[in-house]
């Protein structure tokens, strides 16, 4: 069972929203740390998407974005494209034994 | 531009010990600190270690203390992993990672550069 948790699976159509959550507890985000998000392509190592809650690196498009509010995290995607089908993982630091980088048990986005 | 190249799948024997390495170019290994991360078949993302440059030294997530290895030889600026008592649920892909510009950012726990991973499988 991963420190941070994610839904298995989430879905939608082309050009709709969705959103990813990934609940943590005091001993991460609870804590004041900061939410990271990742993309796993299939067959590919993963990709930053999000750093520090809501910040985009270079290249990653505007639909992706990202919040952080108390002990939970969400990214959201809108505009849905079908390349956007792909795990998605959160990750924070985090203090307790299985620390400090935890991740989520990654959500799998299908594109409808 | 950081890229990390990683060597080529490995096949091994339960109790024996695998050595992964991870070539940096474009920038030297002293310049950046080191994670591992490995992937299942079929699961998630899993952190091993990685070094911690407030501390300067290597952090081992507790599963892995004293089977996994991380050294670095900065002369030829590749970072290995080393794990030893191997066992059919050390079956994985195995990643080098780096916070190389989150670092600037004071980031040092999330990673911004990958390898392309290295399959390491464990079978009798």
């Known amino acids: 069972q991963s420190v941070l948790t994610q839904p298995p699976s989430v879905s939608g159509a082309p050009g709709q929203r969705v959103t990813i959550s990934c609940t943590g507890s005091s001993s991460n985000m609870g804590a004041g740390d900061d939410v990271h998000w990742y993309q796993q392509l299939p067959g590919t190592a993963p990709r930053l998407l999000i750093y520090a809650n809501s910040n985009r690196p270079s290249g990653v498009p505007d639909r992706f974005s990202g919040s952080k509010s108390g002990t939970s995290a969400s990214l959201a995607i809108t505009g849905l494209q079908a390349e956007d089908e792909a795990d998605y993982y959160c990750q924070s630091y985090d203090s307790s034994l299985s620390g400090p980088v935890a991740f989520g048990g990654g959500t799998k986005l299908t594109v409808l | 531009q950081v890229q990390l190249v990683q060597s080529g799948a490995e096949v091994k024997k339960p109790g024996a010990s695998v050595k992964v390495s991870c070539k940096v170019s474009g920038y030297t290994l002293t310049e950046l600190s080191m994670h591992w991360v490995r992937q299942a078949p079929g699961k998630g993302l899993e952190w091993m270690g990685g070094?911690?440059?407030?501390?300067?030294?290597?952090i081992y997530a507790q599963k892995f203390q004293g089977r996994a290895t991380m050294t670095e030889d900065t002369s030829t600026d590749t970072a290995y992993m080393e794990l030893s008592s191997l066992r059919s649920e050390d079956t994985a892909v195995y990643y080098c990672?780096?916070?190389?510009?989150?670092?600037?950012?004071?980031?040092?726990?999330?990673?911004?550069?990958w390898g392309q991973g290295t399959t390491v499988t464990v079978s009798s």
């Open positions: 990672a780096t916070p190389h510009q989150l670092e600037l950012l004071g980031i040092n726990y999330a990673m911004d550069v």
């Open positions: 070094f911690d440059p407030e501390d300067g030294e290597t």
